[in-house]
């Protein structure tokens, strides 16, 4: 079987869970093109938050969040260029890794509009850090599990420019951030395709933390792709990100990660990811002021009527 856009990893859990391959390989094969349409220009241009993803010298996933004001965080150079102004923060790993590497995937995100996009490619980190992103991928995601609030870049938070921190092990604070939040936002890579950042979403609670080295998280029905999924068949490196809207302190976790079957009386999800931690960062970005959540309302077998192939 020859497919343009999927790889043998998501093709294989594509399969496992009744999608038609070839057929959706074919839908999306328009939607997958490098270049931004004039709506994407305008919604990336737009962005004031948004999240990146990287692989390190070391070869470890990481995703970080990028926080700025709309039209500066974000310029749109050409229609498959987009160039990156976001601060050096202590503890953060994405820049350092991006220079190490050149590997960078971006999730735009717009969670007061429940809207998102995707982009994977490869970057250049200037002498005073500023980022120029070339996509090789570019496409839009569904509104799935993304709980609604605002955003406000002009309004610091608390917690900004606080040393940042390397561990091993997650401290009590770390569990308790983690088990609270209603999104994390993982990275994933694939040698062909390359680093691919996506978002988890659901009620706080979510994110079980297992131990101080082990969190897991339910594998929620999405768009029908299974990138990370299909990328972790293949290569196990993962990384996690979630940061505390209410004063910015971010989470950097890596490791490795594998996919288990989800416990029976689960009626929201059949799989489960596991990450097992390599190496947790602590950083301390100005991520704004956010407004009061709106939840994402789960439901068991939610499918996307995008993706119609899901039995």
Known sequence: MTLRNFHEGEARIQAESGVDTVAFDRMVDEAFRPELSDNEVRFVSGRTFSVGASIDADGRAWASPFFGRAGELFTVLDPTTVGISTARVDGDPLIPAIAATGHLGVLYFEPSRRRRAKSLGMAEVDARGGITYRMHRNFGLCNKYIAK????????????????????RLSADDCDQLAATDMVFLASFHERHGVDPTHRGGPPGFVTVVDDRTISMP??????????????LLDDRLGVMTFDPTTGRTLHLTGRGRVEASPAADEYSTRTLVLEIDEVRGSHPDAGTWGPTEAYELRPGLINPATPYLA
């Open 149 to 168: 609030r605002d955003h406000d870049p002009e309004r610091p938070s608390s917690a900004a420019g606080r040393p940042g921190r390397r561990d091993e």
């Open 219 to 232: 594998d929620y029905t999405g768009n029908g792709m299974f990138q990370t999924l299909g990328n972790l």
